[in-house]
Nanobody, 123 residues
Framework: QVQLVESGGGLVQAGDSLRLSCAASGRTFSRYHMGWFRQAPGKEREFVAAISWSGGSTYYADSVKGRFTISRDNATNTMYLQMNSLKFEDTAVYYC????????????????WGQGTQVTVSS
């Protein structure tokens, strides 16, 4: 089992950058594939990015490709989401998630979730 805590959200202007962190408890973080999802008010949760347990494979939603970078540090049990050139439409609560079976883009495939961190981008 793993517990996840996101941090790093905030209020920024369009064009700014933010880096989100997801801190994981437990000694088995390196065995989990990890993902970032987000949910804007009135919208369904959507996939943002995912990374394999080793960090060797990464996946991105088309809407963030080229602007966001997912990474992880298994030595410190932490995953990151570097967000550059933020847009108003990036405003959402961002969640990190973990799964041992597969690295995917579907939220229901992930077993563990954090509580979320708010990102607000003013236009």
């Amino acid at each position: 089992q793993v517990q996840l805590v996101e941090s790093g959200g905030g209020l920024v202007q369009a064009g700014d950058s933010l880096r989100l962190s997801c801190a994981a408890s437990g000694r088995t973080f390196s065995r989990y594939h990890m993902g970032w999802f987000r949910q804007a008010p009135g919208k369904e949760r959507e996939f943002v990015a995912a990374i394999s347990w080793s960090g060797g494979s990464t996946y991105y939603a088309d809407s963030v490709k080229g602007r966001f970078t997912i990474s992880r540090d298994n030595a410190t049990n932490t995953m990151y989401l570097q967000m550059n050139s933020l847009k108003f439409e990036d405003t959402a609560v961002y969640y990190c998630a973990a799964d041992r079976r597969r690295v995917g883009t579907i939220g229901s495939d992930y077993d563990y979730w954090g509580q979320g961190t708010q990102v607000t981008v003013s236009s």
